[in-house]
């Protein structure tokens, strides 16, 4: 089904023209689409990629998991002690009155199990890790106890019995899920992963992401800039971008306006990668071969989206040769590029590679200052986020916040997010703010 009319059966509230795969001139159209539907309708289109390959645990940080990692063992493997102390039978304890017991000579270390028996009023040293020795239920913390020569005395109702003792397969029971599929592998997982003892997991093939900018006005640094050129910068920012999120790259440099070239070049992504990301060539002014061509090669949706910066964006699915790549053709303004990256691409690439969707962790941060804002689209300003001397986050927008002005996103460390719905906040107010550490 085209990806347009799937979307207008997903929200038939809005105006089709705006989604059309290919309108007269849909960009024209008066109404704008709603960053979520935006964002919804990308997700309801995608279908993840579903390669899967094996990869030792050393090379997993980063890839997904195409399957549920199952314990084979019982972790921990055995009841043992989480302290240094003394082992002992928890009924001999007492809420009234000391306790007191005669250690036996020897101590229980960690990865040394204790094969002999301690009877009633009898305890024995043990480290923390060490294996519980058999019918001892509690550990008495080594500094809860007054030891003199071989006795050992617990003041009363210090200690409960069980206390103190790690259970067997307390962590995670033999059979049990310990990472799920759709698992984005962070380090803790790894080393999970380890305790089962497992040395390789299955993962998604990595996401081959194909990157250009179009542009007759854009030259790669390293190039003398005739006049009215300017560097490209989007190619950098969004490789950036892309290599956090730890997909494979093939950067196919710069396309000019021009028809053939950008055929080509798309049909080189579409035959090397599983989705295309392109600046510029997609706002208004531009030439309408972009939106013809595209339209040819596949299924596009190009929408005016209800938000700033980053309004004109197209989303589809690409054919050529028997293959297909999902396009995201983002704005060629440097600011809009980024931004609608990290509001449409970012979620959805991960999704694409298997992931299972984390929402993004946001902050709630006092504005320093008033931020003018209208109702009906989503906005996106450039912020400095810091701690008050009150321990509250603050934000401070970076000055001026046109489309193109790249240092004032370099100086952020923050996006601040202005709800579709909300209007103007007062300084002081409470904002919604994406973290760039927490997009990366
Ligand atoms: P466009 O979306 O192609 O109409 O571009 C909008 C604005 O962004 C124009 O001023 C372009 O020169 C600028 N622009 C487009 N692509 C890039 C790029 N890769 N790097 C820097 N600026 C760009
Ligand atoms: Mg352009």
Same mark, same amino acid.
Request: charged share 20%; glycine share 10%; with cysteine.
């Given at each position: 089904?085209?990806?347009?009319?799937?979307?207008? $059966?997903?929200?038939?509230?809005?105006?089709?023209?705006?989604?059309?795969?290919?309108?007269?001139?849909?960009?024209?159209?008066?109404?704008?689409?709603?960053?979520?539907?935006? *964002?919804?309708?990308?997700?309801?289109?995608?279908?993840?990629?579903?390669?899967?390959?094996?990869?030792?645990?050393?090379?997993?940080?980063? *890839?997904?998991?195409?399957?549920?990692?199952?314990?084979?063992?019982?972790?921990?493997?055995?009841?043992?002690?989480?302290?240094?102390? !003394?082992?002992?039978?928890?009924?001999?304890?007492?809420?009234?009155?000391?306790?007191?017991?005669?250690?036996?000579?020897?101590?229980?270390?960690?990865?040394?199990?204790?094969?002999?028996?301690?009877?009633?009023?009898?305890?024995?040293?043990?480290? $923390?890790?060490?294996?519980?020795?058999?019918?001892?239920?509690?550990?008495?913390?080594?500094?809860?106890?007054?030891?003199?020569?071989?006795?050992?005395?617990?003041?009363?109702?210090?200690?409960?019995?069980?206390?103190?003792?790690?259970? *067997?397969?307390?962590?995670?029971?033999?059979?049990?899920?310990?990472?799920?599929?759709?698992?984005?592998?962070?380090?803790?997982?790894?080393?999970?992963?380890?305790?089962?003892?497992?040395?390789?997991?299955?993962?998604?093939?990595?996401?081959?992401?194909?990157?250009?900018?179009?542009?007759?006005?854009?030259?790669?640094?390293?190039?003398?800039?005739?006049?009215?050129?300017? !560097?490209?910068?989007?190619?950098?920012?969004?490789?950036?971008?892309?290599? *956090?999120?730890?997909?494979?790259?093939?950067?196919?440099?710069?396309?000019?306006?021009?028809?053939?070239?950008?055929?080509?070049?798309?049909?080189?992504?579409?035959?090397?990668?599983?989705?295309?990301?392109?600046?510029?060539?997609?706002?208004?002014?531009?030439?309408?071969? $972009?939106?013809?061509?595209?339209?040819?090669?596949?299924?596009?949706?190009?929408?005016?989206?209800?938000?700033?910066?980053?309004?004109?964006?197209?989303?589809?699915?690409?054919?050529?040769?028997?293959?297909?790549?999902?396009?995201?053709?983002?704005?060629?303004?440097?600011?809009?590029?980024?931004?609608?990256? !990290?509001?449409?691409?970012?979620?959805?690439?991960?999704?694409?590679?298997?992931?299972?969707?984390?929402?993004?962790?946001?902050?709630?941060?006092?504005?320093?200052?008033?931020?003018?804002?209208?109702?009906?689209?989503?906005?996106?300003?450039?912020?400095?986020?810091?701690?008050?001397?009150?321990?509250?986050?603050?934000?401070?927008?970076?000055?001026?916040?046109?489309?193109?002005?790249?240092?004032?996103?370099?100086?952020?460390?923050?996006?601040?997010?202005?709800?579709?719905?909300?209007?103007?906040?007062?300084?002081?107010?409470?904002?919604?703010?994406?973290?760039?550490?927490?997009?990366?």
């Amino acid at each position: 089904m085209a990806v347009g009319r799937r979307i207008a $059966t997903l929200f038939p509230h809005i105006d089709t023209q705006d989604m059309s795969d290919l309108g007269p001139s849909p960009l024209v159209s008066g109404q704008e689409l709603h960053v979520r539907a935006a *964002r919804e309708a990308i997700h309801a289109a995608l279908r993840p990629i579903t390669d899967t390959m094996t990869v030792p645990l050393e090379g997993a940080l980063g *890839r997904v998991l195409a399957a549920d990692v199952v314990s084979p063992i019982d972790v921990p493997a055995h009841d043992n002690s989480a302290m240094d102390g !003394y082992a002992l039978h928890g009924a001999a304890l007492s809420a009234d009155v000391p306790t007191v017991l005669q250690a036996l000579p020897s101590t229980v270390f960690a990865g040394a199990p204790y094969g002999g028996q301690v009877a009633a009023g009898e305890c024995i040293r043990i480290m $923390t890790g060490a294996v519980m020795p058999e019918g001892l239920d509690t550990v008495v913390p080594i500094e809860l106890c007054r030891v003199d020569g071989h006795s050992v005395s617990i003041a009363p109702s210090v200690l409960r019995a069980g206390e103190n003792r790690r259970k *067997r397969g307390e962590d995670l029971a033999r059979g049990g899920v310990a990472l799920p599929a759709g698992r984005l592998l962070r380090p803790a997982d790894l080393g999970l992963a380890a305790s089962l003892g497992l040395q390789t997991v299955q993962v998604f093939r990595p996401l081959r992401v194909a990157l250009f900018s179009t542009g007759d006005e854009l030259r790669t640094p390293g190039q003398p800039l005739e006049p009215g050129c300017i !560097y490209d910068s989007n190619r950098y920012s969004l490789l950036g971008a892309l290599q *956090r999120l730890g997909v494979e790259i093939l950067d196919l440099g710069l396309v000019p306006d021009d028809p053939v070239a950008l055929q080509r070049t798309m049909e080189r992504a579409i035959a090397e990668a599983d989705a295309v990301v392109t600046s510029g060539g997609v706002s208004m002014g531009d030439a309408d071969y $972009t939106r013809d061509l595209l339209a040819k090669m596949g299924e596009v949706a190009f929408w005016k989206v209800a938000m700033r910066p980053g309004r004109p964006f197209a989303f589809g699915e690409l054919k050529h040769g028997g293959r297909s790549a999902w396009l995201f053709a983002l704005p060629g303004n440097p600011v809009a590029a980024l931004v609608t990256f !990290y509001a449409f691409a970012r979620e959805a690439l991960l999704a694409l590679g298997g992931a299972t969707p984390n929402p993004l962790v946001t902050l709630q941060a006092r504005s320093l200052a008033p931020l003018r804002k209208r109702p009906g689209r989503t906005e996106y300003q450039r912020g400095i986020v810091s701690r008050a001397d009150d321990g509250h986050w603050q934000v401070q927008i970076t000055g001026a916040q046109g489309a193109g002005i790249l240092r004032s996103l370099s100086q952020a460390n923050a996006l601040v997010v202005l709800a579709h719905e909300q209007g103007s906040v007062a300084a002081g107010e409470p904002v919604t703010v994406w973290l760039f550490d927490g997009l990366v």
